[in-house]
């Protein structure tokens, strides 16, 4: 059996059947495409200078993958593959990005993301307990959907008072791991200005709390309920200096937090529209133009100073919307490049020549497994007061509460969520993931007792050729190659396996490739 | 105000500095010795390896290894029998008769205290020495995973830190440590043929078609052909053979139970907690240096007295078998076996509806053993009142037991607790940070 698959594959070597290019070269496109995209026209020339010749532009099997994944953290259905492929227009990618951005699943994705830097759950350390979270969840998800503008989003978020149950925005300030003046700023620097105040002088960093030292947090009768809300009767007037400098005179019945607030989310402040545009490039692009993306200071400079300078504009000319950012980074050339390098220059990578594969988020790689076979992980929280119902049917993105526990998740490196850094997403390879993928029960049971895999295999009693090309869609959103058809014909025609294992086992190798486990 | 002033003034207050991590691993060192409590810093290790028998749910502590037979039938139910063990003057419940021959190897801790009674909450400060906080820290088997694992050379057949079967949950074990460092769950059932370990034992899958698929893999690998020598591909490459390392070499022999001798997996019991100490010396005995047997159903808040008649006798063959075992073999000088869960059990009996005969959560007061490893073995710690409800001597606090661990594992509790998130952080807390503590267990050691 060995040698037979080896054989096979030597006579069939990749790109042999020159019947159709795009089938036999999966992931690449030959053809150039003129761009329009203002990011190509900064990054194109600075790669040319440096002598590196970028990657091509991705094939419409990888684009119409990647995009799913990027911007809705979702696999597509084997259908939606197909009617993307079978598409002629010209702008086809355009309109594919545009219409993601209106789904569920949109909101669902970003949120979860969101739901990382602010540090949203239940338990142990942030304890905003199951309440608060549902709470806190909504609004962000809600803002998320209804594209709240930015400046807006974080304006509510810093300036909001009242129960935690009843005004959302407050549990920011609970989610804070603890609720010291200069622990609140601390966060407040490292989520919205995207810098480490530990990188600051003390009196900068002790500037900096002065606008969040007026802050009450009281109990109330009902049980973990929380107000948030000013001192009603402050010393006096408050002198402060902003992080620029600029020295403040705050009287007693002015809030700090708006203060600080109108500073930061003001059009001319760089760090507020840096920060952003900065997260959003490494959200799509694997890495930030600055890197750490939450890191930002003076000697830690952006490959490409120009492009943030021009996100940032676009982001104050669009009244803060962030899905303009995001449309102008998807329709880009730079983003829509093969992962598939055509340069071996070290910094290839850091400069956005080719698309930095990356494993799947630990959530969206569960939930891809559950798209592709039909099933579905059980989810529970152990944390009472009150107990959260968590549907059967849930998808893992959509999960409010960080403090659900899941080896899955956590073997897979989902962010605990305690500090709001992006690092603590972890999404580097383990022993231990490989054999989980490889050869656990639990990979196992998915792949043949879901829904979708029974019904493969039906069809596969009436046409195999077809049914293999329905799986390579729902695993790798492309058909089979010929020569990976050859391989997989081949391992069917072999004794002493049924249907069922036969089936299983190239459902699991499908899911086991670099193709299936990373974006790429 | 007051923060603006003490920025105007420039003075930092040494916990400050401490938590923006202004002072390096120097002026840690200097602020986190814990000074007369420290022996010398390099102590060298007595222990190689830790078995951690956890008790999920908090087993009983007078119906187990403090009993009160004179408190009366509101405190003992039916169990108001003592039995004499192989050490003059220590009796224990008469549930374990097994264990009782076995007294000399191991010491009783009567007087555990915390004082919670909530099970997330106890079972992170029994577990990680410390009370709650705003970050989470690795439990004492993630700290073993960090400075006894593979980080410090071991290269043993299994990984360094092992939980049969289940993981504990309730909290993230290896906390801010991440999950390089979190313990490897078996899942399965040792008491089943095979014992199908998740990852490295699979069931209904024979190795041809193992290694079938395996080739099958790799020619439809067509994205990683297409990119050879991608550095996060060639990462994935190693865990991969790493993971067939683990599937097909030495270590499924290790975690086949079959390879024992029949009566040896009598003495043990044949179900799920004698089947896993005996894997658990197996896994010693191959160098793992941290092994969890997480033994449930211990959260008796109903029909206490009925599940402690079909429990115990349990505890007692596994536990015991386990205590001669590694003894017979030489192993037990250089493995600690530490018995406990988050917290003991109300002495008081609840009759009353709806428990009718129920223990509830006890953190004031409750027992733990410690056997093997630097261990002196026929020693009772501390103890409690007649009820079994308060600590009267030598209140011992989870940092007292898991530093005392630590010590003979050669781990340094006062010293630098190095991380992936570069947080300065200390192994155990420094008694200057508010942690209440009895000392560490010299008295034993």
Known sequence: MRRLLLAVAVLVPMGACGADAEAVRPFEREAQRPSTSAIDSLVLPALQAHGIKPANLCSDEVFVRRVYLDVIGTLPQPQEVRQFLRQRRPNKR?????????????????????????????????????????????????AVRDNMPYDQFVRELLTSSGSNFRVAPVNFYRAVQGQKPETIASAVALTFMGTRSANWTEAQRANMAAFFSRIQFKGTAEWKEEIISLDPAPAGPLDAVLPDGTPVHILPDEDPRRVFADWLIAPGNPWFTRNIVNRVWAWLLGRGLIHEPDDIRPDNPAVYPEVLAYLQKELVAADYDLRHVYRLILNSRVYQQSSIPQSNHPGAEALFAQYAVRRLDAEVLVDALDTVFGGAENYESAIPEPFTFIPNQQRTIALADGSITSQFLEMFGRPSRDTGLESERNNQPTDAQRLHMLNSTHVQRKIEGGW????????????????????????????????????????????????????????????????????? | MNMNKQGASGTITRRTALKQGLLGAAGLALCGRRGAWARTPDSPARAKSVIQIWMWGGPAHTDTFDPKPDAGYDYCGPLDKTIDTNVDGIQIGDQLPLLARQADKYSIIRSMTHGINAHETASYIVQTGRRPGRLVYPSAGAVMSLFKGIDRGYDGLAPPYIVLTEPQGRFSEAGFLGQRYKPFATGGDPNRNPFVVEGIVAEGVSDERQHGRRELLHALDSLGKAMPGNPHFERLDRCEQNAYDLMFGETRELFDLSKEKNETREAYGRNTFGQSCLMARRLVEAGVPYVTINYKGWDTHKQHFQIMKRKLPELDKGMSALLQDLSGRGLLDSTIVWWGGEFGRTPRVQWAPPWNGGRSHHGQCFTSVVAGGGFKGGQVVGASN?????????????????????????????????NPRGLTAQVLPAPENGEPSGGRLYEIM
């Not at chain 1, 009693?461 to 014909?489: D, F």
């Not at chain 2, 940092?399 to 010590?407: A, N, P, T």
Request: hydrophobic share 40%; aromatic share 10%.
């Open chain 2, 386 to 418: 007649a009820t079994g409800e308060e600590v009267t001597e030598r209140p011992v606090y989870p940092v007292d037991l898991i530093g005392s661990i630590y010590e003979l594992m050669g781990i340094e509790p006062d010293g630098p607790l190095p």
């Open chain 1, 452 to 520: 979708r895999m029974r019904r493969i295999l039906q069809a596969a009693e009436t046409n195999r050729t077809e049914a293999i090309q329905t799986l390579y869609l729902s695993v790798l959103s492309r058909r089979a190659t010929p020569s990976e058809m050859a391989v997989v014909e081949a391992y069917c025609e072999q004794d002493g396996l049924s249907g069922e294992q036969i089936a299983s086992d190239l459902a699991w190798a499908l899911v086991n490739t670099k193709e299936f486990l990373y974006r790429h």
């Open chain 1, 94 to 142: 355009t309109a594919l990005i545009n219409s993601l951005m209106d789904r569920e699943e949109f909101a669902d994705y970003w949120a979860m993301k969101w739901c990382d830097l602010l540090r949203v759950k239940a338990e142990f350390p942030i304890n905003l307990w199951p309440n608060g979270v549902q709470a806190y969840y909504r609004w962000i998800r809600d």
